[in-house]
């Protein structure tokens, strides 16, 4: 079985920052791409950033230059940097990893439990 964990959300004024962190455990033969999104109150969940197992990044367009995605592959860990949050950032945020397991043939979607990110004005 696969696991993601995420921490690293929490309460923070506007203009301030959080790094959020999402490990992936368990028996893992290899992740691809791997990737953060959020879910506001009422509104669809959303994509917000995403990196390749080769480091390629794609970002939401309301997130550029705030956001960094980054990833630690021998420790099947991705991180999010959120620079200069506002208050529409808030949401539950979200990480997903593409996981081919030791025991599956191809690869799976996989999710976090997601963390709570409110931005205050």
């Known amino acids: 079985q696969v696991q993601l964990v995420e921490s690293g959300g929490g309460l923070v004024q506007a203009g301030g920052s959080l790094r959020l962190s999402c490990a992936a455990s368990g028996s893992i033969f290899s992740i691809n791409a791997m990737g953060w999104y959020r879910q506001a109150p009422r509104k669809q969940r959303e994509l917000v950033a995403t990196i390749t197992n080769g480091g390629s990044t794609n970002y939401a367009d309301s997130v550029k230059g705030r956001f960094t995605i980054s990833r630690d592959n021998a420790k099947n860990t991705v991180y999010l940097r959120m620079n200069n949050l506002k208050p529409e950032d808030t949401a539950v945020y979200y990480c997903?990893?593409?996981?081919?397991?030791?025991?599956?043939?191809?690869?799976?979607?996989?999710w976090g439990q997601g963390t709570q990110v409110t931005v205050s004005s």
């Open positions: 997903k990893a593409g996981v081919v397991a030791r025991t599956e043939p191809r690869e799976y979607d996989y």
